[in-house]
């Protein structure tokens, strides 16, 4: 079995790797050491230019290949990651600094969504139209747009990467992607698994760059025909403008500010661990991070306690430590997440733990691997009671192991608080009683709900699905199928009868 390595400073065009047009690199570093891994290629106008251009001579006999071969593809993809998913965890744990369990968790996710959407292939299928009279049938089609452009950010860059690839390959669309210069490693690996596992020239490129320069251009370029952006929600704007010069179809994925929302009732032993879990799996680093909790004022003091236990108990290294949680992905975050735990205080959150730096944390339990890394961008995961609900850490998007604590009384301020934000990508109840569940799952504005779990554990296909600030998509399951397609309608006349 050929090793998983990526060429150094090449990029994925028209089936062979090849540096950028202008020999341009960007290096890519580990953010528990501040060391590059290697260089990638730093794609530039003319790299688009011929990623696009070999995603659309590829894009007729792609299309016109039956969905089954397409599904078969996709198969032999998801077997190969499976195969080589030791490796493609180490480049997306070293590359985003996770621990390399949570590498190796995101590679079977990308093996299961590939595996997913190969079975989806031939199965998308249009409706038959109700006619006024026999003499008439009426039909829909589900077609391919063409080009997708799919950018991605860091933080979960396997799982991004076969999210939003798989279902555009399945479709019938050949794809351009453009993941995120600070975590371009396991995308870049995933598509050499792609190479290997037979897909024509062309089917799916990837450019590495910098999103003002590769990402701006492929997003704006004429010859791409639908665009699937994962990432915050500022960049998620600027790239609708771009797609409403060309007039094409837009997918947002953006942030999030997702609530737990913790009732006296609930099975505490099974809850604390999952909301601890929610915000410092990843250093917080997740859209969908549980970084607001909403918990019952009777039970707010010994909830809060049990927490605190529970965040000073997590084990800080870099990613081979293999330990709970690693550094944010790079000194910009950082900085960005000391602010917020600067500014709390003063706009009146009180301080229950961590609060600031955390390297010595992390050598301490990293022992001597970590001795000689002095540069890790750790923070300590924080928590912040009586946090105003008008202040910057309980609106914005952290991105770090902050945890943002309110206490509510009653289940119609509960679902008042747990709306009250901008975003709305998902809502975790954690409650014993059904009717009042049902009552929050229906009333949140949240493009996912959870209920005596974080996120969507047990469930295959579940759409990943936003509201409001946090996007549009109908991400995940099999809607993402229609996502990358579009309908056709057709109504004939039958003459002979
Ligand atoms: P980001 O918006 O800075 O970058 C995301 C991607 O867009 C990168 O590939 C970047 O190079 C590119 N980009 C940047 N500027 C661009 C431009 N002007 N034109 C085109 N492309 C451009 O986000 P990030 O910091 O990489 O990631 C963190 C954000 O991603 C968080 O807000 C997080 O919530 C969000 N996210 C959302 C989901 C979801 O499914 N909703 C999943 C993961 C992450």
New binding site residues.
């Given amino acids: 079995m050929a090793e998983l390595l990526i060429p150094p400073a090449q990029q994925l065009i028209d089936g062979e790797w090849a540096p950028a047009r202008d020999k341009g690199e960007l290096p890519v570093t580990d953010p528990a050491t501040g060391q590059t891994i290697q260089a990638v290629a730093r794609a530039g106008r003319a790299d688009v230019d011929d990623a696009v251009a070999a995603a659309r001579r590829a894009f007729p006999g792609w299309a016109a290949t039956s969905p089954s071969e397409r599904g078969a593809l996709l198969r032999r993809w998801a077997e190969l990651i499976g195969r080589h998913v030791e490796e493609l965890a180490a480049h997306e744990a070293r590359d985003v600094g996770k621990p390399l369990s949570g590498g190796r968790m995101n590679g079977y996710i990308a093996q299961g969504i590939v595996d997913y959407f190969a079975g989806a292939a031939d199965k998308l299928t249009g409706v038959t139209l109700p006619t006024r009279s026999p003499g008439y049938l009426g039909y829909t089609v589900q077609e391919p747009y063409g080009v997708c452009a799919v950018?991605?950010?860091?933080?979960?860059p396997s799982v991004?990467t076969a999210a939003n690839v798989a279902p555009a390959l399945a479709a019938g669309n050949t794809v351009v992607l453009?993941?995120?210069?600070?975590a371009p490693l396991a995308p870049l690996a995933l598509a050499e698994l792609a190479r290997r596992a037979g897909f024509p020239p062309g089917v799916l490129n990837v450019l590495t760059g910098?999103?003002?320069e590769a990402?701006?251009a492929?997003?704006s370029h004429p010859g791409v025909n639908h665009i699937s952006?994962?990432?915050?929600?500022?960049?998620?704007r600027?790239?609708m403008r771009?797609a409403a010069e060309n007039l094409v179809p837009v997918k947002l994925?953006?942030?999030?500010k997702s609530p737990n929302v913790l009732f006296a009732d609930a099975d505490m032993d099974v809850a604390i661990p999952a909301i601890v879990g929610s915000i410092t799996e990843n250093a917080g680093?997740?859209?969908?991070a549980g970084s607001r909790l909403l918990v019952e004022a009777s039970v707010k003091d010994e909830v809060v306690e049990r927490i605190a236990a529970a965040m000073r108990a997590v084990r800080l290294g870099p990613w081979d430590a293999d330990l709970d949680m690693g550094p944010l992905i790079s000194e910009a975050q950082y900085r960005r997440v000391l602010g917020f735990l600067e500014e709390a205080p003063r706009q009146g959150a009180r301080l229950v733990t961590g609060g600031g730096p955390a390297r010595e944390w992390a050598r301490e339990w990293a022992g001597e691997r970590a001795g000689g890394r002095p540069d890790g961008w750790f923070v300590e995961p924080t928590v912040f009671d009586d946090v105003d609900p008008g202040s910057r850490l309980y609106r914005e998007?952290v991105?770090g192991p902050v945890l943002a604590v309110q206490a509510f009384s009653g289940t119609a301020q509960a679902v008042e608080m747990m709306n009250d934000t901008d975003f709305g990508?998902l809502a975790c109840v954690w409650t014993n009683d059904v009717s009042r569940a049902l009552r929050l799952a229906g009333e949140v504005r949240s493009g996912q709900v959870s209920v005596n779990q974080f996120a969507d554990a047990g469930v295959i296909g579940f759409p990943?699905n936003?509201q409001k600030d946090?996007?549009f998509s109908r991400?995940g399951g099999h809607g993402a199928m229609r996502e990358y397609t579009q309908e056709k309608a057709v109504a004939i006349r039958l003459l002979d009868r």
């Avoid at 994925?253 to 999030?256: N, S, V």
């Fill in positions: 950018v991605i950010p860091w933080n979960v991004l453009k993941p995120s210069e600070v910098e999103g003002a990402g701006a492929l997003t952006f994962v990432g915050s929600t500022t960049t998620g600027a790239i771009a994925e953006l942030g999030g680093q997740n859209c969908y998007e991105f990508l990943f936003m946090s996007g991400g």
